[in-house]
């Protein structure tokens, strides 16, 4: 049946009788539609594929890897909504490249040529409105642990902002595991920073004015607007906080990133949110990997108490992360899903925006499914032979989860009021999944302590984890007190 499938979608783009497939009419531009925005001087591939010779000389691994998708690289192919952005090659386009091959790799016509495609070199979103700078840069020494490091940015704005895009531009992306951006409005983290010698400081404070997040980078991930009428709310002098995920390489380095920022001209008509299914990239999942386990699956379903409008996805895993999906079940008996990477590559994490947003009432049930693959088999298992591996933050843990982002439904004022419900309904999801799990005190002291008093006061039977039968009242007693 692929066979046949396939000769049958061939057989649609053999271009008419006598003309050969040329490099210049149809590989160059199906190169510049889909390749040169890596493959550029700049681009972040290893190579060019802007002329002629360099393609014709890689032809066959061209070939090769558009054939088996491994390029472009693109990992969300499962899901039934589009995606802005999307890489992906047609099979007729795919077709093309092999009809060239056979053809003996000719050049054509150079008049056939397209007109040459402009890249901004530096600033993808072109020049930001504030540019802000690490003061100094950190010093990574060669190997050792991964490292988790804060930096504060100050705005030095004297008046609010509303923040449309981020770019984030690292000076040595090899050791960024991941970035996140958070704003700070209270001063908070310069004082801890100046408690701590060295660029930096280690643990962001916890409290009121801190941590609210403007989202992050992850390699292979394009920068890209809030969708019409969003913004995050930037209070004058507030300092932004940038928190790396260092991944040592071997060799010392040095990183002092840049982060520009686009502002909107207007106060933001709506508000938006995200649901992270699981919660806290999976720490209150119970996961564990045997060594070998081939297949260990986590699932979570979170009911949406309001009506919102979906317009994008964030999934989220380290190397032996194998599949993510998510999956909206409508009250009508529909189901939507969302995303769907079958082939989780952490090297490519996209932050994916939806073509267009997609209503979901109250009552839709969000489903969530992450596979981990911890064999020897995989090519991806960075420890061979495998060893268990347990939830942490380190990039040789393991975690996963996808943040679904949405817009509460409604006029403004009901927007405010669903807005509310939605975080309460989160609240109380995350500590029923926390009082269920045991998590290592050591991994992460915060969640630990959301943990132990949830189970300080439902555990009934002292048996150290919240049983479903407590699970139930610890519900119900939130359900009284939340707001
Ligand atoms: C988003 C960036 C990006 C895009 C788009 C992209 N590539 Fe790549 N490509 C890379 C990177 C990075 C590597 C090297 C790392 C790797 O092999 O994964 C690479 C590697 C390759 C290789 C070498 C593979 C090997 O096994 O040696 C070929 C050939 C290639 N790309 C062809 C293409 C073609 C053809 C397209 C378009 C149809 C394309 N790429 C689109 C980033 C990209």
């Known amino acids: 049946m692929r066979t046949l499938l396939f000769f049958a979608t061939t057989a649609l783009v053999i271009p008419a009788s006598g003309e050969e497939v040329t490099y210049s009419r149809d590989i160059a531009p199906l190169l510049q539609k889909n390749c040169i925005v890596c493959h550029r001087e700049g681009g972040g591939a290893p190579f060019e594929l802007d002329d002629f010779d360099s393609t014709r000389r890689k032809a066959n691994t061209i070939l090769r890897v558009v054939e088996s998708r491994y390029m472009p690289p693109w990992h969300a192919i499962g899901g039934d909504i589009p995606l802005v952005g999307d890489r992906r090659l047609e099979e007729s386009e795919v077709a093309l490249f092999s009809k060239w091959i056979e053809a003996g790799r000719p050049e054509g016509d150079p008049a056939d040529m397209p007109p040459p495609r402009d890249f901004p070199s530096g600033w993808q979103l072109g020049e930001p409105d504030l540019i802000l700078t690490m003061d100094e840069a950190y010093e990574l020494s060669a ?16 008046t609010e902002k509303h923040i449309k895009a981020i770019e984030f531009r690292p000076s040595s992306p090899e050791v960024v595991h991941h970035a996140l951006f958070y704003v700070d409005t209270k001063g908070r983290a310069r004082e801890v920073d100046e408690a701590d010698p060295a660029p930096g400081f280690a643990e ?17 991930a394009s920068p890209r607007p809030l969708p019409e009428g969003l913004a995050h709310h930037l209070p004058a ?4 906080i940038l928190q790396i995920h260092f991944h040592p390489t071997g060799k010392p380095e040095k990183e002092q990133s840049r982060i520009g920022l686009y502002f909107g001209d207007r106060k933001p008509e709506r508000q938006f949110t995200s649901i992270q299914l699981p919660p806290v990239f999976g720490a209150f999942s119970g996961l564990d990997l045997a060594p070998g386990a081939a297949e260990t699956v986590v699932t979570d ?23 993510l999906s998510m999956t909206a079940h409508l009250p009508n008996g529909d189901s939507i899903v969302l995303l769907d990477i079958p082939d989780w590559d952490m090297d490519w994490q996209e932050e994916y925006r939806f073509a267009r947003e997609i209503p979901l009432p109250a009552g839709t049930r969000l489903e969530a499914r992450v596979v981990w693959d911890n064999s020897a088999e995989s090519s991806d298992n960075p420890v061979v032979p495998p060893v268990r591996v347990r939830w942490g933050l380190e990039s040789l843990d393991e975690m996963g989860s996808i943040d679904l982002f949405v817009i509460p439904e409604g006029d403004k004022k009901q927007a405010a009021a669903a807005m509310k419900k939605l975080s309460t309904a989160r609240k109380e999801h995350l500590v029923w999944k926390a009082g269920s799990h045991i998590i290592e005190p050591d991994k992460l002291a915060l969640f630990g302590k959301l943990r132990d008093n949830a189970i300080a ?9 919240l049983g479903r039968e407590e699970r139930d009242l610890a519900r119900k007693s939130l359900q009284a007190v939340l707001p």
Do not use: C, Q
């Not at 490091?149 to 705005?155: A, K, M, S, Y």
């Not at 379903?301 to 599949?323: M, N």
């Not at 006061?457 to 984890?465: C, E, Q, V």
């Open 301 to 323: 379903s979170f009911e949406l108490p309001v009506a919102v409008r979906a317009f994008g996805a964030h999934p989220h895993s380290h190397y032996r992360g194998k599949s």
């Open 143 to 158: 190997d050792g642990p991964d490292i988790y490091r804060n930096f504060v940015l100050p705005t030095g704005l004297l």
């Open 457 to 465: 006061r439902f555990d009934a039977n002292g048996d150290g984890i």
């Open 204 to 220: 962001m404070p916890v409290g009121e004015g801190t941590g609210r997040g403007l989202g992050g980078w992850v390699p292979g």
């Open 237 to 240: 002098e507030s300092d932004i």
